[in-house]
């Protein structure tokens, strides 16, 4: 009848036929995203532009993983035997506790997969590692390179070392073909705001009496 065909739309239909000006600006900003990360992903294989970098770049990707920062910082906390030192690195290890936890509940969340270009031969994987967003290697650099400038008395020469490596674990990840390029820089911000939260919640022998009896 005339009447049921002059019926509205459904609402979702419009939202389709009409796309709002955010859906546009998202859709494109993804789509630069996309290019942009595949052709920065230089190291992406033995055969890419970069290949034969591509050990250097897993080399700077072990620096960034977990694991390694993990036992480092397990290993030295048993051996202090300074109170300052404890508490500064017992805080540490708080902060890439939260920082994985925080990194996996995210990448599940969102379950955005890694570009098309990325080998899965990282050094050792768990099962959200599968998702790429947001980067957990730029997450902990950014984190652990304000934990470092805050609570280490380092020469400037040091101090910029310590802010190159953390853009080199960025900038890395997105040349391996790991990431796109706003999974690193959400990861570098998510991390840089991260260690806030661990000054926030900063363990302390009057905060948290029982963790430093333990040690």
Known sequence: S?????APLPEEDCMRLNPSFLGIALSSLLAIDLWASKRLGVCAGEGSAWGSARPL???IEVSGHGIPWLLGTFYGLCQSDS???REVL????FALLLDLVLVAVVKG?????????NKMDMFVTISVDKYSFPSGHATRAAL???FVLHHLVLAVPLRVLVVLWAVIVGISR???GRHNVTDVLFGLLLGYALYSVVEYCWL???SAPALFALW
């Open 144 to 146: 652990v390179c304000r």
């Open 90 to 93: 017992l805080n540490l290890l």
């Open 174 to 176: 997105v040349m391996l």
């Open 83 to 85: 109170s300052a030192a």
């Open 204 to 206: 302390s022998p009057l």
């Open 2 to 6: 005339g009447s049921s065909a002059a």
């Open 57 to 59: 770049m897993k080399v």
């Open 109 to 117: 969340l969102v379950k955005r997969r890694r570009p098309t270009h």
